[in-house]
């Protein structure tokens, strides 16, 4: 979407009258005009207006601005999420994220969007941290979890290890591991949002008795096994 024939500036300046820390009163600090896309407005000019407080040296910045676009950065949140979906959930490639932007007018690299997406897993890991507690509540309301723990490499590479509850579908931890042992797996279970023990798990062979039940200190009753072995792929 382009709203304009050329980009626009719009200035963008913190509301507050005096420091939100201290009560002092403040002052211009420096204007730093940089261009910003996002997909619901386009391309425009956005001059930020940073205050310094005269007393205590806090800087105030623009709530608006910092509501569209991440401090320093030239493309929205909206590109940021749209790229990051793109790449990892419709699984397209970075030429084919470039193409699509392209049009809706969003110009942008292929190594470009591989940025956004990299920073895209970044934000979604803190998002997720963040809800920690919302997951385990929700987890909780729906009558207890069912957890289910695997593994995946490729090669040489470091091992993969995800774990969610399989009954609302929610991840609750990745982590990558050099080795899927007792060692490295019971500190990554200790850390999850999870919300007291499992009505139930699904586990390799491998990881199930000894490793969940070190983990939480007792076995909870398994849901299936998950194996392996006998014909070289998954069968639950």
Request: hydrophobic share 40%; glycine share 8%; charged share 20%.
């Amino acid at each position: 979407m382009c709203l304009f024939s050329t980009p626009p500036l719009v200035e963008f300046k913190p509301s507050l009258d005096t420091c939100s820390v201290c009560g002092g009163a403040l002052k211009v600090q420096k204007t730093r005009p940089r261009m910003v896309t996002t997909l619901h407005i386009g391309k425009f000019y956005a001059r930020e207006v940073i205050l310094v407080c005269s007393k205590c040296d806090c800087k105030h910045r623009c709530e608006q601005l910092g509501n569209l676009v991440p401090p320093g950065a030239n493309f929205g949140y909206d590109v940021l999420v749209y790229v990051g979906r793109a790449l990892y959930i419709r699984h397209r490639s970075e030429e084919e994220v470039v193409a699509e932007l392209a049009q809706r007018n969003i110009q942008i690299s292929p190594r470009g969007a591989s940025s956004l997406g990299s920073k895209f897993i970044v934000y979604l890991a803190i998002a997720h941290d963040r809800c920690s507690n919302d997951i385990t509540e929700a987890m909780r309301l729906s009558g207890g979890y069912i957890f289910h723990l695997d593994a995946t490499c490729e090669g040489r590479d470091p091992i993969l290890m995800t774990s969610l509850d399989s009954i609302s579908h929610i991840v609750l931890g990745n982590v990558k591991l050099p080795a899927e042992d007792e060692k490295h797996i019971v500190p990554y279970l200790r850390v999850l949002p999870t919300e007291g023990k499992p009505e139930g798990y699904l586990a390799t062979m491998t990881t199930s008795f000894l490793l969940i039940s070190i983990g939480w200190g007792y076995i909870p009753p398994p849901v299936s096994y998950v194996i392996t072995s006998l014909v070289g792929k998954t069968l639950t």
